[in-house]
């Protein structure tokens, strides 16, 4: 797909004036055509910038008012002395003053009269002189908000969408935090994105699944789609703290003082049990992905080891049951924006999503390949649907080997038994480097070396049926291929990116608040073997996803993993192996007992999606093809392209 770069867009006021003289004095012909792209015709530094207090219609904190929100807009001054409306790009978050946004972490900054000086991220620089307002939000109990955050529950979301109806002309809005004169939202025509990384993608997600009116497109990246699968899988703890820690972390100083009944429904209603909740059934997004109207534009890290794959899987398929127009880009990082992986790429893509979805340009965005996955650093391929059409779940099974430990994986159903301990001081890389070494630790289990590429995408669930030896155990389950390769190094502190010294610029710059951020740079690593995917789950939680229950030693229990999606493709002459073992050390609160598993190989099988279905894995496993194999459509794939190289950068 041919990629238009547009680095370094800084103009002069000289210049934006020009060209919206330009603009001013076309010929009605030519100012008729219908546009193919927003251009930035409107002056950046003379930009009107104003905060509100959108009123949200809750009493978080229990003081007797309802709580406002702040709303920081940067919105160019031209189209409404035109008497123009302009739609609005959103991004509401909890970390504007605490912790910062992007790989610079930056903060909002403000003037002497409270006005937002500094917006952090370039999307303000960028998009305002092309006619779109910023609406920066601080979450209700961040900031220079009234409330409590409650991560990612009915006052999170609320915040967000309390500010997109008051744009739609429905809510009510302060020009101060406590005063009593309106604000109006007579500038814009109500038409809003919402775009942001981590919690801020989370809420785009959770704003999306009320429904409300005026909500044109979100932007998720790396987003959690249900705040249960953030913290637990099937009853195993991920992270050895719940969300009372993480809204104290956000809170303002003011909230701290006045969220303290906030902070016991926190502890209470998400017990380290992993048990489900009322608590977790109100942050479930997926649950009412069919009130979604708003296309959806996701982003995620394939090696996001913080929010996990496991949060893409779910969501991208309610919304595909529901009719949303997607679009999806998978990268080889861990937690990483792609401003920061693939930036001009990205800005190129992003603006042209926007004109589509929020000015209604015809510029073909909607027509292009709906993934981008990144196959090797810096080097992607796209897929005209994703899942491709012709991908179908593919059963393997695990097989006793010459060596016990040492499994086979295949077609065939496996017979006899393997057993492991658990090691909770052993993770997924320690099973996976000896995997062809006989360990008390894990179970592994091979293909032969594959004769063709084999790709995998989409989520896989494997099913274990495993005899314990004490009354609480947990299970890992996780996907490798075996074999080298060079990869984004996602363990590394920068998850996948190495950042520069050297800046590019992305939009126009005022003295406080410049649009040129830090370059970065693929950090890669020769390995041996990749993680294609995992999963995790406590077998107490074997007969209910809801409730654990404790084990009877020697009785034999079966579980399904669901493990995160992906998009893979084992080349020819690898290995796809399945490892099953106990816990991974990298999750936290493991069993206090170190139980032995003995897994029934004959009741244990793993559901893996395959472009080509079993035929396809058949042709890679062995070379042939099953009589009964069906054919299948063809997945709508291009092969690897480079990523546009910045003159400059060294990429």
């Not at 992993?274 to 109100?282: A, I, N």
């Not at 093809?625 to 480079?642: F, K, L, Q, Y």
């Amino acid at each position: 797909m041919p990629t238009r770069m547009r680095s370094t867009t800084w103009r002069s006021l000289a210049s934006v004036a020009v060209a919206a003289l330009t603009a001013a004095l076309l010929t009605p012909a030519v100012a008729d055509a219908a546009p193919r792209e927003s251009r930035p015709v409107y002056s950046y530094e003379n930009a009107v910038r104003e905060v509100v207090w959108v009123d949200t219609g809750l009493d978080g904190d229990g003081d007797g008012k309802t709580d406002r929100v702040a709303a920081d807009i940067v919105r160019p001054r031209e189209p409404a002395r035109q008497g123009r409306k302009i739609p609005v790009i959103m991004d509401a978050s909890p970390y504007y003053s605490c912790c910062g946004r992007g790989n610079e972490s930056q903060l909002k900054t403000y003037d002497a009269d409270g006005r937002v000086v500094q917006m952090p991220l370039f999307y303000d620089n960028y998009f305002v002189p092309r006619g779109y307002a910023f609406v920066g939000v601080d979450l209700a109990g961040t900031n220079r908000s009234d409330g409590c955050v409650d991560v990612g529950g009915r006052s999170d979301i609320q915040s967000a969408k309390a500010v997109v109806d008051w744009l739609g002309g429905r809510g009510k809005a302060y020009t101060t935090r406590t005063g009593t004169t309106r604000a109006k939202a007579t500038w814009t025509n109500g038409r809003t994105g919402m775009i942001g990384k981590s919690w801020d993608g989370t809420i785009a997600n959770g704003v999306a699944a009320t429904g409300v009116e005026g909500l044109k497109t979100i932007v998720p990246i790396s987003a959690i789609s249900t705040w249960y699968d953030y913290y637990f899988s099937k009853g195993a703890p991920l992270y050895d703290s719940g969300p009372d820690w993480l809204s104290d972390y956000v809170d303002s100083p003011d909230a701290r003082a006045k969220c303290a009944a906030v902070q016991r429904q926190l502890v209470e209603g998400a017990p380290r049990t992993g048990d489900r909740t009322p608590l977790w059934s109100e942050r479930d997004y997926v649950r009412a992905a069919s009130k979604v109207k708003a296309s959806v534009f996701l982003v995620h890290g394939m090696q996001d080891l913080n929010v996990r794959m496991q949060h893409v899987g779910p969501w991208w398929n309610a919304l595909a049951k529901n009719g949303v127009e997607r679009k999806i880009w998978l990268s080889q990082t861990g937690h990483v924006d792609p401003f920061d992986f693939r930036r001009a790429q990205w800005v190129d893509t992003l603006h042209r999503w926007f004109d589509h979805e929020l000015l209604g340009y015809d510029n073909g965005v909607d027509r292009e390949p709906m993934a981008d996955i990144e196959r090797h650093p810096d080097q992607w391929a796209t897929s005209k649907l994703w899942p491709p059409s012709g991908t179908a779940p593919t059963t393997l099974r695990p097989a006793e080997g010459a060596r016990e430990g040492v499994g086979t994986l295949g077609l065939r159903q496996g017979t006899g038994t393997e057993t492991f301990t658990d090691d909770p001081q052993l993770s997924e890389t320690d099973w996976a480097a000896r995997i062809d070494t006989p360990t008390p630790d894990k179970a592994g289990f091979t293909t032969g070396p594959l004769t063709k590429d084999l790709r995998l995408s989409g989520a896989s669930k494997v099913t274990v049926t495993a005899t314990p030896t004490t009354s609480t155990a947990h299970l890992s389950a996780v996907l490798v291929d075996l074999g080298p390769d060079t990869i984004r190094d996602y363990g590394a502190a920068g998850e996948g990116i190495t950042t520069l010294t050297d800046r590019t610029c992305w939009g126009a710059s005022t003295t406080g608040d410049s649009a040129c951020f830090q370059q970065t740079r693929a950090k890669t690593a020769a390995v041996d073997y990749t993680v294609v995917s995992r999963g995790w789950a406590d077998l107490g939680n074997h007969a209910s996803d809801v409730k654990g229950v404790p084990l009877t030693p020697g009785t034999a229990y079966t579980i399904t993993l669901d493990l995160g999606a992906t998009d893979h493709v084992v080349p020819a002459g690898h290995r796809l192996a399945l490892i099953v073992a106990g816990t991974d050390k990298d999750l936290i609160d493991p069993p206090s007992t170190r139980p032995t598993l003995t897994v029934d190989l004959s009741r244990t099988s793993a559901r893996v999606p395959v472009v080509g279905g079993t035929a396809a894995f058949a042709r890679a496993a062995t070379g042939s093809t099953p009589a009964a194999a069906e054919a299948t459509a063809r997945d709508g794939v291009t092969g690897p392209r480079g990523t546009l190289r910045v003159p400059g950068s060294g990429r």
